[in-house]
Antibody, heavy 117, light 110 residues
Framework: EVQLVESGGGLVQPGESLRLSCAASGFTFIDYWMHWFRRAPGKGLLWLSRIDSDGSGTIYADSVKGRFTISRDNAKNTLYLHMNSLRAEDTAVYYC??????????WGQGALVTVSS | QSALTQPPSASGSPGQSVTISCTGTSSDIGTYNYVSWYQQHPGKAPKLMIYEVSKRPSGVPDRFSGSKSGNTASLTVSGLQAEDEADYYCTSYTGIYIWLFGGGTKLTVL
């Protein structure tokens, strides 16, 4: 059974950093692109970033480019999202997902990140 | 990177059909047949319902169908059931490994 479990969320102050993790199981992790998304309170889903299967290629939405970094450790079957210079508007539930060609077939339950002083 | 346009709400009675639209541009929906739809119940993870415009993953009821015309994609839910009440999001590949989402449509089963 495919499982994706996010962790690392919490309450941080504006300007601080946080790293989210997404532990994958039930499939061959190295075979798949992986993605991060978020859903802010009262708003819709937003695609944030993609990393290819060996970690050599990454891309970001304009809203997080330069502040967020996606990475993966294929030996640990784990995806990461490093978030720097966090702002109040980054408050959201963050989801990881497995990419299957050009759609997203399995999702984690999400990790809540709250940015507030 | 402007979001795709979805109606904020839709509704129907049990057994009826409802269609949710998703409008993009010639740079996304109009060019790529990589439109997918996701269902999200409150507090739950999104679930893939339709991919590549009209394909259904295994386990998704055939009451859910997708289509596309020009720059607009649509999700139709036939034979509405109470458990279909959820938020629905469309997304389209836009090229250069970037994806856009719609703002979401809250489907209410009356």
């Amino acid at each position: 059974e495919v499982q994706l479990v996010e962790s690392g969320g919490g309450l941080v102050q504006p300007g601080e950093s946080l790293r989210l993790s997404c532990a994958a199981s039930g499939f061959t992790f190295i075979d798949y692109w992986m993605h991060w998304f978020r859903r802010a309170p009262g708003k819709g889903l937003l695609w944030l970033s993609r990393i290819d299967s060996d970690g050599s290629g990454t891309i970001y939405a304009d809203s997080v480019k330069g502040r967020f970094t996606i990475s993966r450790d294929n030996a640990k079957n784990t995806l990461y999202l490093h978030m720097n210079s966090l702002r109040a508007e980054d408050t959201a539930v963050y989801y990881c997902s497995r990419g299957s060609y050009y759609h997203f077939d399995y999702w984690g339950q999400g990790a809540l990140v709250t940015v507030s002083s | 990177q402007s979001a795709l346009t979805q109606p904020p709400s839709a509704s129907g009675s049990p057994g009826q059909s409802v269609t949710i639209s998703c409008t993009g541009t010639s740079s996304d929906i109009g060019t790529y047949n990589y439109v997918s739809w996701y269902q999200q119940h409150p507090g739950k993870a999104p679930k893939l319902m339709i991919y590549e415009v009209s394909k259904r993953p295994s386990g998704v009821p055939d009451r859910f169908s997708g289509s596309k015309s020009g720059n607009t994609a649509s999700l139709t839910v036939s034979g509405l059931q109470a458990e279909d009440e959820a938020d629905y999001y469309c997304t389209s590949y836009t090229g250069i490994y970037i994806w856009l989402f719609g703002g979401g449509t809250k489907l209410t089963v009356l």
